[in-house]
T-cell receptor, first 112, second 114 residues
């Protein structure tokens, strides 16, 4: 399975936008890019996913590079509740096993 | 409300004892999964199940066992053969065959072996 690389930690100020980068240089044509986040002592929750085009939902936006070797999760206005570990994961279209490979993720801290 | 329920939330056991963690879902999902998380680390897949009475090993299945007798339930037993069982255990479910769909996670069970 292709792997992803994320910074270990990032800081943001409340109500400012946050851009969380992810590198996936070995991505294959059938890999979807998924983002999950995990609040302290809780299970991860789905944030967003995409294949080629940029995606928006109520939680965030996902910007995907034209060559698909990197992507950026965008939180438009960070709140204190957005402080979490964010995981960027590749999921093969043909991966029927749900085998999500979680790296260490990026720990986002938000300052008031 | 639909979701995944894990119990117990915290569990303490003596070394050498088997422990069973419960996972129940009412989302009508075919697929269920167990992950293990160690402090400061990502999640690692222990076992997953596509349908009732069928399950597959994940990356770290040694020392663990599962059963899937009902669609709603996927209990995990941490056996005495698991050398380092203290960890945070997470159960998840999803629609089977939808690789673009999301996994829904429970709130986790934190096991401490004394």
């Amino acid at each position: 399975d292709a792997k992803t690389t994320q910074p270990n930690s990032m800081e943001s100020n409340e109500e400012e936008p946050v851009h969380l980068p992810c590198n996936h240089s070995t991505i294959s044509g059938t890999d979807y890019i998924h983002w999950y986040r995990q609040l302290p002592s809780q299970g991860p929750e789905y944030v967003i996913h995409g294949l080629t085009s940029n995606v928006n939902n109520r939680m965030a936006s996902l910007a995907i590079a034209e060559d698909r070797k990197s992507s950026t999760l965008i939180l438009h206005r960070a709140t204190l509740r957005d402080a979490a570990v964010y995981y960027c994961i590749l999921r093969d279209l043909y991966n029927q096993g749900g085998k999500l490979i979680f790296g260490q993720g990026t720990e986002l801290s938000v300052k008031p | 409300d639909g979701g995944i329920t894990q119990s117990p939330k915290y569990l303490f056991r003596k070394e050498g004892q088997n422990v069973t963690l419960s996972c129940e879902q009412n989302l009508n999902h075919d697929a269920m999964y167990w992950y293990r998380q160690d402090p400061g680390q990502g999640l690692r897949l222990i076992y997953y199940s596509q349908i009732v009475n069928d399950f597959q090993k994940g990356d770290i299945a040694e020392g663990y066992s599962v059963s899937r007798e009902k669609k709603e339930s996927f209990p995990l037993t941490v056996t005495s053969a698991q050398k380092n069982p203290t960890a945070f255990y997470l159960c998840a479910s999803s629609i089977w065959g939808d690789s673009t769909g999301e996994l829904f996670f429970g709130e986790g069970s934190r096991l401490t072996v004394l």
